[in-house]
T-cell receptor
């Protein structure tokens, strides 16, 4: 039983914003929402994480629903380098860092 | 130094061979992870070490044997593997298991081919 649900794939045009959704309806009060991405032929890399409030960093923004049952990763201006598989992960008290299927983002020039 | 270094980058081994994968980090992290990733699939958790002790074993076959000799090093010993074990093996580290508000760092992986 998956802890998170993401669309299999999404497309974006270069220099346009991208909103990547994630559903996590069974989230518990202590679960942190983490996003990682995996570029082709590389290991996953950290993007952003949050608990309850929206978060911004140099790579992206994370918008968390008020009930915490969903979140959205926002890339403000997609570049070709952002083409990757994006994973939404709940880190719980067991901290088992389990990956769901992820969303494959294609960025078109 | 925010790197997780995995060696070797590529490994080809026969089904009767014994080999080891190595993972090293010098960030002072006390949680380390092994993942297996098949092509076009997400990483699958194999093992988690916390303070050099095995914390999670995802019912991985005994032909995979993890070892954490010190706080900087994580090994995965391989013996009598099958061709279906061919995959990318990823190592990751995190400040502490349960430090949920911190990021994990991943290595670039070892591409293993079993012939």
């Amino acid at each position: 039983d998956a802890k998170t649900t993401q669309p299999n794939s999404m497309e974006s045009n270069e220099e346009e914003p991208v909103h990547l959704p994630c559903n996590h309806s069974t989230i518990s009060g202590t679960d942190y929402i983490h996003w990682y991405r995996q570029l082709p032929s590389q290991g996953p890399e950290y993007v952003i994480h949050g608990l309850t409030s929206n978060v911004n960093n140099r790579m992206a923004s994370l918008a968390i629903a008020e009930d915490r049952k969903s979140s959205t990763l926002i890339l403000h201006r997609a570049t070709l380098r952002d083409a990757a598989v994006y994973y939404c992960i709940l880190r719980d008290v067991m901290d088992d860092m389990r990956f769901g299927a992820g969303t494959r983002l294609t960025v078109k020039p | 130094d925010t790197e997780v270094t995995q060696t070797p980058k590529h490994l080809v081994m026969g089904m009767t061979n014994k080999k080891s994968l190595k993972c090293e980090q010098h960030m002072g992290h006390r949680a380390m992870y092994w993942y297996k990733q098949k092509a076009k699939k997400p990483p699958e958790l194999m093992f988690v070490y916390s303070y050099e002790k095995l914390s999670i074993n995802e019912s991985v076959p005994s032909r995979f044997s993890p070892e954490c000799p010190n706080s900087s090093l994580l090994n995965l010993h391989l013996h009598a593997l099958q061709p279906e074990d061919s995959a990318l093996y990823l190592c990751a580290s995190s400040p502490r298991q349960g430090a949920l508000g911190t990021e994990a760092f991943f290595g670039q992986g070892t591409r293993l081919t079993v012939v």
